[in-house]
């Protein structure tokens, strides 16, 4: 039987979709969506981290099962806001970071507004900034979305975030998995305000700020956010370390589970708070 969706009410009253798993004396993590995703991209690295960890899954605004308000765009800070808001309502103190793509950008914003937080972080596909590249792709995924719906949306975007041999394999169900998150009877102006809510964003002159030990990974194969823009990142934030992993595309916890959970577990255990 799968487990009931649990809520979680914002003092702004803002409902968020939340699920809280693994291990209840272990050390906290919190697991941060991509763009145009849900609580289940997280599937396959749950089962190698919940035997050691507390592990926090949760939808932001627009995403999965939680509100979408109707006004917009939702701006990063915003979203990361919103968690910040969560935090205390579960009772989460000094939890680790695991974001990809935007939920890495999210992840940035909570460790230079709240440094000293966190126990560390580990980022996915970590850009500093939404340069003009990035701003032009994501009003085109908006324009599909709104003309053509989440396949076509699908179709615009799929090249950038899986590597080759992946994206080749597994085409078929990434489209179905694609629409059934982005489409189904859910409006789609929660879609839509989260890729217009990224243009713009610059955290780089914040990063200096991060205490914490932080871990970027970054695909050889990500076109969309490539290495040497999310070495930028690396380089920002003291002591930070940086990896490029080889055959991956944008989507490392997708695309090689195993793997990712392995680089996590190491690089966490080899800190102080691990």
Sequence with gaps: MRPQPTFATL??????HFRVQGNPAGPWLVLLNGLLSDTTMWAGVLPGL??????????SRGQGKSDAPLEGPYLTAQLAADAWELFPILQIDRPWLLGLSNGSAMSLELLTTHPGAFAGAVLTSAMPHMDFAMGLKAEHWARCLEVGGPLMQFDAVAPFLWGDAFLAARH????????VVTGGARPQHGNLHQIRGIPGWDIRDRLERIQEPVLVLSGAEDLLT?????LETARRIPGCRFEVVPGIGHAYPVEDAKGYVARVRAFISGTRFG
């Design 172 to 179: 078929g169900v990434l489209r179905a998995y694609h629409q």
């Design 226 to 230: 490539p290495p040497w823009k999310c």
């Design 11 to 16: 003092p702004s009253g803002l409902k968020l």
């Design 50 to 59: 919940a035997d050691r960890y507390r592990i926090l899954t949760f939808d």
